[in-house]
Every structure is written in C-alpha cells, then in structure tokens.
C-alpha cells in the first residue's frame, strides 16, 4: 500500500517539481519548449501507467511493484530486483 502511494505521490508532485524548474526551462528554451516537454514527459508517463497495468493486470497482487520486479526477473535475480525496487 505504501509503495503505491509513493508512486501515486511521485506522479501527482509535477506541481510542486515544476516550480523549482520553471525559470530554468522559460530562460533556456521559452514557453514553447515548456509546452512541448510538458506534452512529452506526459506522453512517457502514459507509457509508464499503460505497462504498469498491463502487469497489473497479468499478476494481480497486492505487494505491487516489489511482487512483480521479483516475479518478472526469475528466482535467480528476484531478491536483488526486488530490493533495488524497494531502494
């Protein structure tokens, strides 16, 4: 449950992250490029959010992201994907 809120937290923070970044990018590239790397990093989001429910949806569990890295990467590579996932 934490991890999903961390994750859903880490998504909803563009307000608070953008305010630091906002000069930086309007003094660099002007407000085009604002609205055009706004429209790009929410297309890679997407991406993101479309191929975590795809897994969703193939492993439902509860344990989240931590159950799927160690169940994606074999019992080889399961305790360290899933601690790197948790780090």
């Avoid at 608070?16 to 890679?44: H, R």
């Amino acid at each position: 449950v934490v991890s999903n809120f961390a994750l859903s937290f880490s998504i909803i923070s563009v307000l608070t992250g953008i305010t630091t970044l906002y000069n930086t990018g309007l003094n660099y590239g002007g407000p085009v490029s604002m609205q055009y790397g706004w429209f790009l990093a929410s297309a890679f989001t997407m991406l993101v959010a479309l191929s975590m429910a795809e897994i969703c949806s193939a492993y439902p569990t509860s344990g989240g992201l931590y159950y799927w890295s160690a169940k994606l990467a074999g019992p080889k590579w399961a305790p360290f994907a899933s601690w790197i996932t948790g780090w």
